[in-house]
């Protein structure tokens, strides 16, 4: 019997589908300064001249954005030494990931990634039809390669590096990334999320850019959200061999990416340096932070992002409530561990204050 009721049921996919928790703000406490050290976002401003670019762009708001997003393909194509269709923009890199999906993955597929690994992963695999195969981290908290390739089957379409890796920090060095790579079976298509590259100290001798141009499997995403600083705007792209951006584009909303998000872009380009002093300080700011939570005795791994992971265990959840009563949000995996971004430096002492009086596990 069909009832009106049939109409209200989604594809039996979204039942597998995990929530997504976003980083809380913490809440306004009279005389206590807070901190949000829960979403990995920067604590700077806009680069210089962002904010002008995207001023000027807001008496054009009557209009559709440039659906080509032209201007900024030009920048990137020659910053990347690509061409402009080998490039596909979203609404942050996440956007780009659930296109990209879209467009490989039928139901029943399957698609590898390491875990614990960024929680977008799971969601956005299985609202597709695909099957998530997580793959548990080594006891350093990085990629287990070997087992990520003993996982792939007949089905794997594919597979992800998250590198550096949300929320734990180690990223996969470029050799290791490059042998790897050559060994992954070849219908498979290799993902490099590099949301965090920009971090990395030293920078790799390699990235997904240049991998690509001897494996043309590899995609590698990047976006504007952490270093560059422009989360609230939404832009992210890949760098794919022309098949595979065309059908990231195939599948993406058309204008899902403003004006604004590309004007900012654009100009926080026109700013590299500014960013690589942010970005060293940061990275000053991270070795500080992990330096003290080793000396208090937390093992924390070697980050290469904009944020530390404490692996508290069982404590996770008391860490993450003394941490909000310091003033202090981060993000806590319960039962695993505490994900907390580098911030302004004395929000990093707030944590410090409380990490180091904590039980470590
Ligand atoms: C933050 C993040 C992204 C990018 O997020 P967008 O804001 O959608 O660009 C991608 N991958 C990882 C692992 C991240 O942590």
Redesign the pocket.
């Known amino acids: 019997m069909s009832s009106p009721h049939d109409a209200l049921v989604p594809r039996a996919a979204l039942g597998s589908v995990p929530v997504y928790r976003p980083g809380r703000p913490p809440a306004p406490r009279d005389g206590l300064a807070t901190y949000k050290l829960s979403s ?1 976002e920067n604590p700077y401003p806009p680069l210089p001249g962002v904010v002008e670019a995207v001023r000027r762009t807001l008496p054009g708001l009557n209009r559709y954005p440039d659906m080509g997003v032209t201007g900024l393909y030009e920048r990137l194509a020659e910053r990347h030494g690509v061409r402009t269709d080998e490039l596909a923009s979203g609404a ?4 780009v990931l659930y296109h990209l999906l879209q467009a490989f993955c039928e139901p029943g597929d399957e698609v590898v990634h390491a875990w614990r690994s ?1 929680e977008a992963y799971p969601i956005a695999i299985n609202l597709t039809g695909a099957r998530s195969v997580p793959v548990p981290l080594t006891e350093t908290a990085e990629h287990d390669l070997e087992a990520m390739l003993a996982a792939v089957t007949d089905r794997t379409r594919v597979l992800v590096v ?1 590198t550096p890796n ?1 929320p734990t920090g180690p990223a996969v060095d470029a050799a290791t990334l490059r042998d790897f790579v050559g060994r992954v079976p070849e219908h498979v298509l290799v993902v490099v ?1 590099e ?1 965090y590259l920009e971090f990395r100290d030293p920078a790799p001798t390699e990235t997904s850019v240049e991998l690509r141009r001897d494996h043309p499997r590899v995609v590698g ?1 990047r ?1 504007f ?2 270093a560059w600083g422009l ?1 609230g705007l ?1 832009i ?1 792209y890949a760098v794919a061999a022309e098949p595979v951006a065309s059908a990231i584009r195939a599948c993406a909303l058309p204008f899902g990416v403003s004006d604004l998000a590309q004007a900012a872009a654009v100009a926080s380009l026109d700013h590299e340096a500014d960013l690589a002093e942010r970005v060293a300080a940061l990275v000053a700011e991270r070795t500080r932070v992990r330096d003290a939570l080793l000396e208090a005795g937390w093992a924390v791994p070697d980050s290469q992002a904009n944020f530390v992971w404490l692996p508290a265990g069982e404590a996770t959840l008391d860490v993450a409530a003394a941490c909000a009563d310091a003033g202090v949000m981060v993000r806590p995996f319960a039962g695993e561990g505490v994900r907390v971004t580098v911030g302004e430096p004395a929000g990093n002492d707030v944590l410090l204050g409380v990490a180091s009086s904590m039980a470590r596990v």
């Open positions: 990995n942050g890199s996440v956007a960024f998250c949300n999320d949301a995403l976006t959200s952490k989360a939404r992210g």
